[in-house]
């Protein structure tokens, strides 16, 4: 999901209550196309405390539609055939933690 | 820390007598978390024997102190301060290396980047990425940046590492994010750094070897790296050299020494390029040239840089102005850069969310 400013049709994430280009308060949830293109990418081998049982793990930032960039998990893929400009699809854990930020996590998968 | 650099600064103001002309200190602290302390203005000021004149922290991730810089220069010129001590600390090194990268990546989106196991390495790696795969940089031209970083960083006293490194030890060393690894990394560093700044009519009164702040520069842009549109380039950077360069009146190729955020090898060869030391995807051949070499063209990072002379976050910005100093003044020692006259600091806070550039001239 992305907002989609109804006045300047501008598409953005992270979600605002403000539209950063026109400062308009007129806006929609929009459901975004699941494919994308991985513009780039990381295998962190030194995680932060609460990501030492996931480690290494690959980490990429994908582009969806009319712009719109995510960064998240690659899962599912081997390093050595991790590219730039490959196609991924984005997925999301089923379970919902209980602390902030209180939805699933997504994370990218080959299509 | 901060009350050893503070009293430095006085010592190289044979003139100034701290209690009766220094008006109020800004500092620069990144994180509380690092040793569960807060409101570090009066904390600091209190610890260097001046109380009870004004004290404000700034924070803006690693360019804390930078900005601090950039909010002292206001208090100056707006006539309301006539003598300033802005500055910087962070203590870091007292904690496990997993809660130092946890806290660095504060400074990072919460939602869409911590909560995935971002990293700053991480970041930074996902910048080197794009940029060896738009531009053809090589690990080897990175790892050149660590080599001449730490061979600067033995030729300074107050540099955390004062070691060598080679360019195979750079490229065997641990992955981190690939592709960054242990070497290409700054160091968790406990650090403090402090200027006195002052209208130039009277910065004589003071000091012989005053030094002057010609050209400021601060932007912004998204906290997530994610969100911006290219990869390869700091924007906020750009804008802030432009800003600086404008004010100063100066050209990238009137710079004589410059000190740059070099968090990772990476980031000194984007701000090569982010401050027209050269154009877009040729700072890695830059340094195949030598060009940022104290016997090149622009000598980069004379101190060590954050690299070898280590990064306490908060600290940095004011510490990279610090060696400008001592390089316009001629006090740089083994690691002088002959006749220098121009010279420019680079402080990036996040993954370049915020960018501060300051030029100096010899006084």
């Known amino acids: 999901m992305a907002v989609k400013c109804r006045s300047c049709v501008n598409l953005f994430l992270p979600p605002r209550n403000v539209c950063p280009r026109c400062f308009s308060t007129n806006l929609e949830w929009t459901e975004l196309d699941e494919k994308g293109t991985l513009l780039t990418y990381t295998v962190i081998h030194v995680p932060p405390s609460q990501f030492q049982s996931v480690a290494p793990y690959?980490?990429?930032?994908?582009?969806?539609?009319d712009g719109v960039h995510l960064l998240g998990m690659i899962r599912g893929v081997k390093q050595e055939e991790i590219m730039v400009g490959m196609d991924l699809t984005v997925d999301f854990d089923t379970n919902t933690p209980s602390q902030w930020p209180m939805w699933p996590r997504y994370f990218f998968k080959l299509p | 820390?901060?009350?050893?650099?503070?009293?430095?600064?006085?010592?190289?103001?044979?003139?100034?007598?701290?209690?009766?002309?220094i008006e109020a200190l800004i500092v620069g602290h990144m994180g509380e978390s690092f040793e569960h302390q807060g409101h570090t203005g009066p904390t600091m000021l209190d610890w260097s024997g001046m109380l009870p004149i004004p004290a404000t922290r700034v924070e803006s991730a690693c360019a804390s102190s930078g900005a601090?810089?950039?909010?002292?220069?206001?208090?100056?010129?707006?006539?309301?301060?006539?003598?300033?001590?802005?500055?910087?600390?962070?203590?870091?090194?007292?904690?496990?290396?997993?809660?130092?990268?946890?806290?660095?990546?504060?400074?990072?989106?919460?939602?869409?980047?911590?909560?995935?196991?971002?990293?700053?390495?991480?970041?930074?790696?996902?910048?080197?990425?794009a940029h060896m795969h738009k531009?053809?940089?090589?690990?080897?031209?990175?790892?050149?940046?660590?080599?001449?970083?730490?061979?600067?960083?033995?030729l300074n006293p107050k540099a955390h590492m004062q070691k060598e490194v080679t360019l195979e030890q750079?490229?065997?060393?641990?992955?981190?994010?690939?592709?960054?690894?242990?070497f290409d990394c700054s160091l968790v560093t406990d650090g403090a750094s402090c200027l006195?700044?002052?209208?130039?009519?009277?910065?004589?009164?003071?000091?012989?070897?005053?030094?002057?702040?010609?050209?400021?520069?601060q932007a912004?842009?998204?906290?997530?790296?994610?969100?911006?549109?290219?990869?390869?380039?700091?924007?906020?950077?750009?804008?802030?050299?432009?800003?600086?360069?404008?004010?100063?009146k100066v050209e990238s190729r009137d710079v004589d020494v410059a000190e740059v955020h070099?968090?990772?090898?990476?980031?000194?060869?984007?701000?090569?390029?982010?401050?027209?030391?050269?154009?877009?995807?040729?700072?890695?051949?830059?340094?195949?040239?030598?060009?940022?070499?104290?016997?090149?063209?622009?000598?980069?990072?004379?101190?060590g840089g954050l690299k070898s002379k280590g990064h306490p976050v908060g600290a940095t910005g004011t510490a990279q102005a610090y060696e400008i100093y001592l390089q316009l003044t001629g006090q740089a020692e083994k690691r002088q850069v002959k006749d220098a006259e121009i010279g420019l600091t680079h402080n990036v806070g996040g993954s370049g969310a915020t960018a501060a550039v300051h030029i100096y001239r010899k006084g």
Request: aromatic share 10%; glycine share 8%.
């Open chain 2, 170 to 182: 750079v490229m065997s060393s641990r992955m981190i994010a690939w592709p960054l690894k242990l």
């Open chain 1, 58 to 65: 690959a980490l990429g930032i994908v582009e969806f539609e």
């Open chain 2, 1 to 21: 820390m901060f009350a050893e650099a503070v009293r430095e600064a006085f010592e190289r103001c044979p003139n100034l007598n701290p209690k009766r002309d």
């Open chain 2, 68 to 129: 601090a810089l950039r909010c002292g220069i206001f208090a100056v010129l707006s006539g309301m301060h006539d003598v300033v001590m802005v500055g910087g600390v962070e203590k870091m090194n007292h904690r496990a290396t997993p809660d130092v990268t946890e806290f660095l990546a504060m400074a990072s989106d919460f939602p869409f980047e911590q909560w995935h196991g971002i990293t700053f390495p991480g970041l930074y790696a996902l910048i080197a990425t």
């Open chain 2, 220 to 248: 912004s842009d998204a906290i997530g790296l994610y969100e911006r549109e290219e990869f390869t380039t700091l924007k906020a950077a750009k804008l802030a050299a432009r800003e600086a360069y404008g004010i100063a």
């Open chain 2, 196 to 217: 006195i700044l002052t209208k130039p009519e009277l910065a004589r009164k003071f000091t012989d070897t005053p030094v002057h702040i010609i050209g400021s520069g």
């Open chain 2, 262 to 303: 070099d968090c990772f090898t990476i980031a000194e060869i984007v701000a090569y390029e982010d401050l027209d030391f050269c154009k877009p995807g040729e700072g890695g051949s830059l340094l195949e040239r030598e060009a940022t070499t104290i016997e090149g063209d622009l000598p980069v990072n004379t101190s």
């Open chain 2, 135 to 154: 531009y053809g940089t090589t690990e080897e031209q990175m790892a050149m940046v660590a080599v001449k970083n730490h061979r600067y960083g033995v």
